[in-house]
């Protein structure tokens, strides 16, 4: 079964540190991952998208990392603000069908505290 | 900023009203999706589109409806809402496979929050 699991569910970090958070997936065959951004009340909104040749890539203070054979990904917050608060979502995409179906993880939601 | 627009961004209706979300894109995407989301929870797609005249349902059932009558507007409709029909409804486009975008990468609406009381 295609599943992505993200952890941790929640996380509480002061404004300025760097924090890190995990996505493991079963998703076969595998064509891309992706993590989004969702904002309270908002659609998610892509930082990075890797394909199965890409280990690493980076948005600014967003570093995402890719292990093709372990099937996990990391995303890195470096200096953190206070609008980094949001859900952080990682997402695979299957090459298995025309319609490159998407797997999304339930989030991990992110506060950072002044 | 993705040119995807959904409204409205709020609506609070009673059980058995009829109700339209719109979504529409200006970025000549011919893949459209509906997806709902839950609190805390991931999103399930409920319906896509390849172009027009073209509706699939998807994974989650859902007593919604869509039509794809024009390539930039994807609405979808509830003929009668129920309060388990209260979620948060995000609409997505992405550009056709062998398009300059190699990943097909989704964008997203902003989203209707839909409360049936």
């Known amino acids: 079964k295609n599943q992505v699991e993200q952890s941790p569910q929640s996380l509480i970090i002061l404004e300025g540190k760097n924090c890190t958070l995990q996505c493991n997936y079963t998703v076969s065959p595998f064509s891309n991952l992706r993590w989004y951004k969702q904002d309270t009340g908002r659609g998610p909104v892509s930082l990075t998208i890797m394909t199965f040749s890409e280990n690493t890539k980076s948005n600014g203070r967003y570093t995402a990392t890719l292990d093709a054979d372990t099937k996990q990904s990391s995303l890195h917050i470096t200096a953190s603000q206070l609008s980094d608060s949001a859900s952080y979502i990682c997402?695979?995409?299957?090459?298995?069908?025309?319609?490159?179906?998407?797997?999304f993880g339930r989030g991990t939601q992110l506060t950072v505290w002044p | 900023e993705a040119d995807i627009y959904q409204t409205p961004r709020y609506l609070v209706i009673g059980t058995g009203k009829k109700i339209t979300l719109e979504c529409s894109q200006t970025m000549g995407h011919d893949k459209m999706y509906w997806y709902q989301q839950d609190p805390g929870m991931e999103l399930h797609l409920i319906h896509y589109?390849?172009?027009?005249?073209?509706?699939e349902k998807g994974d989650l059932s859902s007593e919604s409806t869509v039509s794809r009558i024009r390539t930039e507007h994807f609405p979808l409709t509830l003929e009668s809402a129920r309060p388990s029909h209260t979620s948060q409804y995000l609409c997505a486009s992405s550009a056709p496979v062998g398009s300059e975008d190699p990943y097909n990468e989704q964008f997203f609406g902003p989203g209707t929050r839909l409360t049936v009381l």
């Open positions: 589109s390849y172009g027009v005249n073209s509706t």
């Open positions: 997402v695979v995409s299957d090459r298995g069908s025309t319609l490159g179906r998407l797997y």
